[in-house]
């Protein structure tokens, strides 16, 4: 009998883990596909007949996590054919009669779909950040238009409209520019655009100049194009941590300090430093490899953790979303593109 009972108690361990371990082989493979729509209306005039992707987003398998059925179940977004091959079907849906042989080339950093659930409704987001260029008849490439655009649209049931609408963002996208020939005189090769980033860094002083120059910094336009807004005459640290806690100026020969209010960063003695809300102080941001890191908090709600995690480079790429407590330390790197902060991956130390 103490057998019998012990091979039943067994039995259902048994049964339980399997319908755990089956649930999350499930959930590994949920899926949401996403095809980018035909057009419904030709353009007048279009210059290109041909586009070329470049994929430059971090995760090149995935464009994103949505939420699927009542219990609103984790899915992956993921593009039902290449992208390569539906942008140019969106290319040939909008082509008419009137329509020279040129090529476009568009350099892709991020398209990204994620949900948010709040009590009554849901929030679906699309951020689609790229640039477009077109082949000049020399073989070289001139920059036409870029994109750095967030839909935030809100419903009962966000999925199927989300993904309809970042659909309509990219055709709108490349419509208005298909009828348009670059205006810009300046020219790259084709190396340069396939390694776009660091050719747009080049030209921006906050990456390319040295050394950084001291004072406060109101918004990220300032820092990158190195004009700061005000003088700063002192500074207060956190203890021997690379955090400053107190701005000052010296007005009238006196030392007095500034609020933080509005500031974006500090550059002091040559290293920026900068503001995170969440722990109201400047923390100090190294160089490595081209990119400014620096390591910080940021909030998340403990029910949708993993998808702040899955999609850190969407979140990082419209400034971090705040939710809800506790505070969670990552390390961040500065989007140079629009002085965003991306999270790269959580920091375990306890310190921080």
């Not at 219990?71 to 082509?95: C, D, E, P, T, Y």
């Not at 120059?213 to 300032?222: A, T």
């Not at 820092?223 to 002192?234: F, T, V």
């Not at 400047?282 to 998808?307: C, H, L, Q, V």
């Amino acid at each position: 009998m103490k057998r019998l009972i012990m091979k039943n108690y067994f039995s259902r361990v048994l049964m339980v883990v399997t319908l755990f371990l089956t649930s999350i082989v499930s959930a590994q493979k949920r899926t949401e596909d996403f095809t980018i729509s035909l057009p419904t209306k030709k353009v007048d005039k279009s210059y290109y007949k041909t586009i070329k992707l470049i994929d430059r987003r971090t995760d090149t398998t995935s464009l994103g996590i949505v939420q699927q059925g009542l219990l609103n179940a984790k899915a992956r977004v993921v593009s039902a054919s290449s992208l390569s091959s539906q942008f140019q079907n969106v290319l040939n849906g909008i082509n008419g009669e009137n329509t020279e042989d040129g090529t476009l080339v568009l350099y892709l950093k991020q398209l990204y779909f994620a949900e948010l659930t709040a009590k009554l409704s849901e929030h679906g987001y699309c951020y689609f950040q790229a640039f477009l260029f077109s082949k000049n008849d020399d073989g070289t490439y001139s920059l036409i238009d870029q994109s750095d655009k967030v839909i935030d649209h809100r419903a009962t049931d966000v999925t199927k409209e989300t993904l309809q609408k970042g659909s309509e963002m990219l055709i709108d996208f490349i419509s208005t520019n298909a009828a348009k020939k670059p205006e810009t005189t300046h020219h790259y090769t084709y190396e340069q655009v396939k390694n776009f980033d660091d050719t747009a860094k080049e030209s921006i002083p906050f990456y390319s100049s040295s050394p950084l120059k001291d004072g406060v910094y109101k918004d990220y336009n300032s820092l990158k194009n190195q004009q700061p807004d005000q003088e700063i005459s002192n500074v207060k640290f956190y203890g021997n941590a690379p955090k400053i806690v107190r701005i000052y100026e010296t007005a009238d020969g006196k030392e007095k300090e500034i609020k933080k209010d509005d500031i974006y960063a500090v550059v002091y003695k040559g290293e920026p430093y900068l503001y995170l809300s969440i722990e109201n102080l400047f923390t100090r941001a190294e160089k490595r490899d081209n990119d400014y890191y620096f390591i910080g908090k940021i909030r998340s709600d403990p029910n949708r953790g993993s998808m702040m995690v899955t999609g850190a480079a969407f979140f990082g790429a419209i400034g971090v979303l705040i939710m809800t407590n506790p505070a969670y330390p990552f390390e961040m790197k500065i989007n140079y593109f629009n002085g965003g902060f991306i999270p790269v991956k959580e920091i375990q130390n306890k310190r921080y």
